[in-house]
């Protein structure tokens, strides 16, 4: 029988019968092969799957020696699916052996878990000194802490750099897409950095009277509150944050501030205390639970939900009735991938939360169950589709 004339494929049909899927029609054409099996030369390139060739040489090896070990046995047998007792047998075992070993099996079965999983952001940073020097911040450790003479992690642990004078001067704390970081500044004050953010120190940070440094992307401040002498009297030492020709000038301790390059707008978010916001010539305060969005010289102040603002320092994504470009933004620079639309973007609006530690493909199928979006994933592009 001369297996390039027929419809089927020996080794699908194989692999259904051991799930349990075979059609009768495929059963009887199986067995009629079967029993007529000889040692003429299989051509598994008829099949539907790619990949063969190496599959196919280690195939033929196999089949030629287990018929010759099989010559003694009826090849009229009707006892298939007994394994082992035959060529066909042989056959069975090789191609599942093989496909085993090279993933192709894993394949077959479950198409989906072969894909490349786009894993989330992990504890990452780099440290930027003045003289140029770049040191990758360990991973394994929750931050970076500055005092006013020394550079270690916040767990005490050292860091392998020569740190002589390297506090007074210029420094920078970079987190790249998929990267999150804390640090403690010298004065106390902690900053956790999201994603493609940086905050920049200048010199002596900690003997200036006002506390300045530059932000670009977004952070969560916990400012703490620094007292000092001035001509006797007894001041808070500012604290202020600058983002272009933009600035926040903290009068409380807990804020959210986020200021990406590829985003209009700045926007500052108070949990506790007071913040003025300065955008040119216009300035204005927000309370807690506000938020401040200045954009060409103007501020807007609304009340927001400030667990939504926060929710990435937490480790989630969480929102409510935002629109899925806003959405897809804080996902690419959290997974590191490129974003495109494919048709008209969706204008319904998204609320809900999400572990920001799921894999991509998690996160993009809660968005779909809502119906008013789909994805499609292409290396680390995710096409976003009506």
Same mark, same amino acid.
Request: aromatic fraction near 10%; hydrophobic fraction near 40%; charged fraction near 25%.
């Given at each position: 029988m001369d297996q390039r004339d027929k419809t089927y494929s020996i080794p699908e049909i194989a692999f259904k019968w051991?799930?349990?899927?075979?059609t009768p029609e495929e059963k009887a054409f199986y067995e009629q $092969?079967?029993?007529?099996?000889?040692?003429?030369?299989?051509?598994?390139?008829?099949?539907?799957?790619?990949?063969?060739?190496? %599959?196919?040489?280690?195939?033929?090896?196999?089949?030629?020696?287990?018929? =010759?070990?099989?010559?003694?046995?009826? %090849?009229? +047998? =009707?006892?298939?699916?007994? $394994?082992?007792?035959?060529?066909?047998?042989?056959?069975?075992?090789?191609?599942?052996?093989?496909?085993?070993?090279s993933g192709w099996f894993n394949m077959l079965i479950s198409p989906e878990k072969t894909k490349s999983e786009i894993l989330p952001g992990t504890n990452t940073a780099i440290l930027k000194l003045s003289n140029?020097?770049?040191?990758?911040?360990s991973n394994s450790k929750p931050g970076l802490k500055i005092d006013s003479a020394d550079l270690e992690y916040i767990d005490g642990g050292g860091i392998a750099l020569d740190k002589t004078s390297a506090v007074t001067k210029e420094m920078e704390i970079k987190t790249p897409n998929g990267g999150t970081y804390?640090?403690?500044?010298?004065?106390?004050?902690?900053? $956790?950095?999201?994603? +493609? +953010?940086?905050?920049? %120190?200048p010199a002596n940070f900690s003997s200036n009277f006002e506390r300045r440094l =530059? %932000?670009?992307?977004?952070?969560?401040?916990?400012?703490?509150?620094?007292?000092?002498?001035?001509?006797?009297?007894?001041?808070?030492?500012?604290?202020?944050?600058t983002v272009d020709n933009k600035s926040v000038e903290v009068l409380g301790t807990h804020f959210n501030v986020r200021a990406y390059?590829?985003?209009?707008?700045? =926007?500052?978010?108070?949990?506790?205390?007071? #913040?003025?916001?300065v955008d040119g010539n216009t300035a204005k305060k927000i309370v807690p639970g506000e938020q401040a969005t200045a954009v060409n010289g103007l501020i807007n102040i609304n009340k927001v939900d400030v667990d939504d603002v926060i929710a990435w320092k937490n480790g989630n994504f969480q929102f409510t009735n935002v629109g899925i470009e806003r959405i897809m933004q804080d996902i690419a620079r959290w997974?590191?991938?490129?974003?495109?639309?494919?048709?008209? #973007?969706?204008?319904?609006?998204?609320?809900?939360?999400? +572990?920001?530690?799921?894999?991509?493909?998690?996160?993009?199928?809660?968005?779909?169950?809502?119906?008013?979006?789909?994805?499609?994933?292409?290396?680390?592009?995710?096409?976003?589709?009506?």
């Open positions: 051991q799930q349990g899927t075979a $092969w079967y029993a007529s099996f000889n040692d003429e030369e299989l051509d598994l390139r008829e099949t539907s799957y790619t990949g063969f060739d190496e %599959l196919e040489k280690s195939l033929y090896a196999k089949i030629e020696i287990g018929i =010759k070990e099989e010559k003694v046995k009826p %090849l009229k +047998s =009707k006892l298939f699916p007994i $394994w082992f007792t035959s060529a066909a047998a042989i056959l069975v075992f090789a191609i599942g052996f093989i496909a085993y070993q140029g020097k770049i040191l990758q911040l804390q640090v403690e500044l010298p004065d106390g004050t902690k900053v $956790w950095l999201n994603a +493609s +953010s940086s905050i920049s %120190l =530059k %932000l670009q992307g977004e952070a969560y401040f916990e400012v703490a509150k620094v007292n000092t002498a001035v001509n006797g009297i007894q001041k808070r030492r500012p604290f202020i944050i390059n590829n985003e209009p707008s700045l =926007k500052a978010t108070l949990l506790e205390g007071s #913040v003025k916001v997974y590191d991938v490129e974003v495109v639309y494919n048709g008209p #973007v969706t204008k319904e609006s998204f609320g809900g939360a999400i +572990s920001r530690n799921k894999p991509l493909q998690d996160v993009l199928s809660s968005l779909e169950e809502t119906g008013g979006v789909h994805f499609k994933i292409e290396g680390r592009r995710v096409i976003v589709m009506p």
